[in-house]
């Protein structure tokens, strides 16, 4: 059992439960403050390991990921589970890679690209702690890319849900019954 991610308490119930690749994933509710969150539950064959930048391995650590991701949203008017989602992601997608050992700034990139079509300020946040910008033009340099960009993230992030989660949840039901896997994002209510 875990833990409600928005106020600690121990219990929540099972509102959905759907079986993925290598495991269940579960949409649960909060007994207390009746938040949504999602779990997975997998089988974890090996440890995955960080390579540093000064080479230090170490085993690989959703909540360091997490807090990394959640600093560089904060504030920010994403929805709700948003960072959540982004670390599910990431996580799925390296452990699905098969790989050992991955270096950090592979993960790094992931969250960039991510962050990149959701929130411009998130993003330069998260980039200018992980590209340790040293001085202003590093950091003019990263918003003029994002100013001269493709057009699909200058999109103002609150236009984002435009639709229930429900319905982004039939979305995107019906389109692993096509058989594409990497489909529609569910935005968590
Ligand atoms: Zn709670």
């Known amino acids: 059992m875990m833990n409600c991610p928005y106020c600690g308490f121990h219990d929540s119930k099972v509102i ?4 993925i690749n ?3 994933r579960r949409r649960r509710q909060c007994l207390k403050c009746s938040s949504r969150f999602t779990t997975y539950e997998r089988l974890q064959p090996v440890g995955l390991f960080v390579i540093k930048k000064d080479k230090r391995r170490e085993e690989f650590n959703r909540d360091k990921l997490l807090t990394g991701i959640r600093k560089a949203c904060e504030k920010r008017p994403l929805p709700s589970g948003t960072v959540d989602e982004i670390a599910d992601d990431i996580e799925a997608e390296l452990y699905h890679s ?4 991955v ?3 592979v ?3 992931m969250v ?3 962050l990149k079509s959701l929130d411009h300020i998130a993003y330069i946040r998260f ?3 992980y590209r340790e910008f ?3 033009t590093t950091l003019k340099e990263v918003v003029d890319s994002l100013v001269s960009g493709e057009p699909e993230i200058t999109r103002p992030t609150n236009q984002l849900p435009l639709l229930s989660a429900e319905e982004l949840e039939e979305l995107s039901k019906r389109d692993q019954r096509k058989g594409e896997t990497k489909s529609v994002r569910t935005i968590k209510a």
């Open 98 to 101: 098969g790989k050992l050992e």
């Open 107 to 109: 993960i790094g990139d």
């Open 127 to 129: 980039a200018s702690v």
């Open 103 to 105: 270096p950090s700034s």
């Open 16 to 19: 959905d439960s759907r079986e």
């Open 22 to 24: 290598d495991g269940v």
């Open 112 to 114: 960039m690209e991510r």
């Open 134 to 136: 040293a001085d202003i």
